[in-house]
C-alpha cells in the first residue's frame, strides 16, 4: 500500500536533503589518475541511455545497466557487447542487471563512481538524488527534471555533496553556441533586440488524451517507472480520433502506438513536460548562454487546450528579460506544434533566407540592430549570420582578430557523457555541469508554469514563487511523492 507525502513535508525533506538524508560516512570519490576507468551504472539503459552510455563505454568500466523494463536491459546489455566487439574492446567487465535503481545502489553501491540518468522526466530526479545520495557523480538527460522544485533540490544537494554533475543537453558542447556568444557581444548584429525560437514537436500525442487501463507488458517493473509519480495502472490512450491500440495489435511502422511508455510519455505532465520541456534545453540553451545565464520576469501563454494531465498540442510565449549592464530589455519568443494544420513558427526575419526558414523543423533567430544571426537546428551547431555582406565583413573581423574567441571550447564536443566522465577523471568541471542546467531548466520551465497557469505570470528566481497568481504556484513542485521514492 503506497502513500502519499504532502508537498509542504516534501519540500522539507528535499532541502534538507543535502544534510539529513546525505550518508556521512561516505564521501564521493574525488581523485582519479586523468587514465583512470571509472565505474559507471546507468539508469534507463535503452532508448537515450544507449547512445549516452556508448558515449563513455570507450574509456570507462559499464558495471550495471538498470531498465524498469527487463527486455530492455537484456537488449542494452547485448547492445553494450556489440559495441565492444565493433569497438574490438578488451573490456571484462560485465554490468549487472536491474529494474529497480533502489536494489542497484542497495547491491553495488560501493563499486560505483558515477550514474548515467536517462529514464522519462519525472523519474530523473528521484534517480539522481540516491546517486547523490550514495555520493556518486551524476549525469541526467535533459529536462534536469520536470518541476522547478526538484530542478533546484537536486541542484543544491549535488552542489552541497561536492560531486560532478552534468545535463545532457549537447549543444552546450559545441563550438556554435559560444561563436553566437561572441559575435553578439562583440557587436556582430549591432545590439541584440529580439530573439525567436522554435520546433516542430510534439511528434507525439499532446491535447486532451483519454487513459484506457491496459494489461502491463511482459518484463515492465511498472511499479519502478512510475517511482515517485501517483500510483495508476499501466495504460494506453486516445485522442478522440484515433483508437487507442489493442494490446495484440502490431505496431504500424513508422507509428510508436499510444502506449504510454516507451516514449509517449512526453506529453503527460506528471512523466514528461511537453513539447517546451522536450526541446527546450536543447533550442533555449544559446539564448540563455548569450542573455548572461539569467531568469526572465514575466512569461506570457497562449497554446490550444491544456488540461490537468496532459500539455497543449501547440503553444507560444513570450519570455521577457529585464535590461542588463550589456543588453536592453528584450523578448524572447517561443513557437511550437502545429496550428490549422501547418508548422507554428514565428514570422520569418526578413533577412533569413526564405528556403532555409521554410525548412527549418526547429531554429533560432538572433535579431541585431545591423543584422541576424540564423541556426535551422536544435543545438546551435552551425548558426550563421545575415546579411551575407554582414557576415563577410564579420569574417574579415574575426580573421584581424577584431572580434576574439573569449568561450573556452569543450573537448568533447557533442558529447556531454563523455565530457562530464572526462571532467571526473580529469579534474574539470564540465560545461552543462547543474550551475548551468538548473538555471537554464528553470528558464525553459517557466513556460510550462504560464502554460498551465493559462495566463502570465512573474517569476522572483530568488525566491523561487510566482507573485502575481498565488494559484499559478502549485505547478513549480510535484503534488505528492509515493512513499519509498521521496
Ligand atoms: N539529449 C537528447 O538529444 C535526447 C534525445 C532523446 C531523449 N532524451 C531524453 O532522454 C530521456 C529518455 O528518453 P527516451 O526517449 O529514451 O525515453 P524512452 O521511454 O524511449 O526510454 C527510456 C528508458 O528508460 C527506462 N525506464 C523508465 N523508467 C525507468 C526507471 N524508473 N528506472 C530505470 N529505467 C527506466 C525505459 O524502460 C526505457 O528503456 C528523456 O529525459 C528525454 O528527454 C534526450
Not at 192 to 198: D, N, P, S
Not at 296 to 301: G, L, M, S
Not at 309 to 331: C, G, I, N, Q, R
Not at 379 to 406: F, H, L, N
Request: aromatic share 8%; net charge positive; proline share 6%.
Amino acid at each position: 500500500m503506497h502513500t502519499r507525502i504532502d508537498r509542504r513535508t516534501f519540500l522539507r525533506t528535499g532541502s534538507a536533503l543535502a544534510t539529513a538524508m546525505a550518508m556521512p560516512t561516505i564521501l564521493p570519490r574525488n581523485v582519479f589518475g586523468a587514465n583512470e576507468k571509472l565505474n559507471i551504472a546507468t539508469i534507463g539503459a535503452l532508448g537515450k541511455g544507449q547512445s549516452d552510455t556508448h558515449n563513455v563505454a570507450d574509456l570507462h568500466n559499464i558495471v550495471a545497466l538498470v531498465d524498469a523494463d527487463m527486455n530492455r536491459a537484456e537488449a542494452a546489455a547485448k547492445g553494450l557487447a556489440k559495441f565492444y566487439e565493433s569497438r574490438k574492446s578488451d573490456t571484462k567487465v560485465e554490468a549487472k542487471l536491474y529494474t529497480d535503481f533502489r536494489k542497484m545502489f542497495d547491491a553495488q553501491h560501493a563499486g560505483i563512481d558515477a550514474v548515467i540518468v536517462s529514464t522519462p522526466d519525472h523519474t530523473h530526479f528521484p534517480a539522481a538524488m540516491w546517486a547523490v545520495r550514495h555520493k556518486k557523480h551524476v549525469t541526467v538527460q535533459k529536462p534536469m527534471c520536470n518541476y522547478i522544485g526538484e530542478v533546484r533540490a537536486l541542484h543544491k544537494a549535488a552542489k552541497a555533496a561536492g560531486l560532478v554533475t552534468q545535463m545532457g543537453n549537447q549543444g552546450r558542447t559545441m563550438d556554435g553556441q559560444r561563436a553566437v556568444k561572441e559575435w553578439i557581444e562583440q557587436g556582430a548584429i549591432g545590439t541584440l533586440k529580439e530573439i525567436r525560437l522554435w520546433t516542430n514537436r510534439p511528434i507525439w500525442p499532446q491535447g486532451p488524451l483519454h487513459k484506457h487501463t491496459a494489461e502491463t507488458p511482459a518484463g515492465l517493473d511498472w511499479d519502478s517507472w512510475l517511482g515517485q509519480e501517483v500510483e495508476e495502472p499501466y495504460f494506453t490512450f486516445d485522442d478522440g480520433k484515433h483508437d487507442a491500440p489493442k494490446a495484440d495489435e502490431p505496431k504500424k511502422k513508422g507509428r510508436r502506438g499510444n502506449a504510454v511508455a516507451p516514449f509517449n510519455w512526453r506529453g503527460w505532465w506528471a512523466y514528461g513536460s511537453g513539447a517546451l520541456g522536450d526541446m527546450g534545453c536543447h533550442i533555449m540553451d544559446a539564448t540563455f548562454n548569450v542573455l548572461g545565464r539569467r531568469i526572465p520576469v514575466k512569461i506570457e501563454a497562449k497554446s490550444s487546450e491544456v488540461t490537468d494531465l496532459t500539455a497543449p498540442v501547440w503553444s507560444e510565449l513570450v519570455y521577457h528579460f529585464a535590461a542588463s549592464d550589456t543588453l536592453p530589455a528584450l523578448k524572447v519568443t517561443w513557437h511550437d506544434g502545429s496550428k490549422d494544420g501547418k508548422p507554428n513558427k514565428p514570422e520569418r526575419d526578413p533577412l533569413v533566407p526564405e528556403e532555409a526558414f521554410a525548412k527549418a523543423s526547429s531554429g533560432m533567430i538572433f535579431i541585431g540592430t545591423e543584422g541576424t544571426i540564423f541556426e535551422p537546428e536544435a543545438y546551435c551547431s552551425d548558426p550563421k549570420i545575415y546579411s551575407e555582406e554582414r557576415r563577410k565583413d564579420v569574417e574579415a573581423m574575426i580573421k584581424s582578430g577584431k572580434i576574439k574567441q573569449t568561450e573556452a571550447r569543450s573537448k568533447y564536443p557533442g558529447n556531454p557523457q563523455k565530457e562530464w566522465a572526462q571532467g571526473i577523471v580529469e579534474g574539470f568541471t564540465p560545461s552543462s555541469n547543474f550551475d548551468y542546467s538548473a538555471p537554464l531548466t528553470e528558464f525553459v520551465m517557466l513556460g510550462n508554469l504560464a502554460i498551465r497557469s493559462g495566463q502570465a505570470v512573474s517569476w522572483d528566481t530568488t525566491t523561487g514563487k510566482v507573485t502575481n497568481l498565488e494559484s499559478a504556484n502549485r505547478f513549480v513542485n510535484r503534488p505528492a511523492y509515493r512513499k519509498g521514492w521521496e
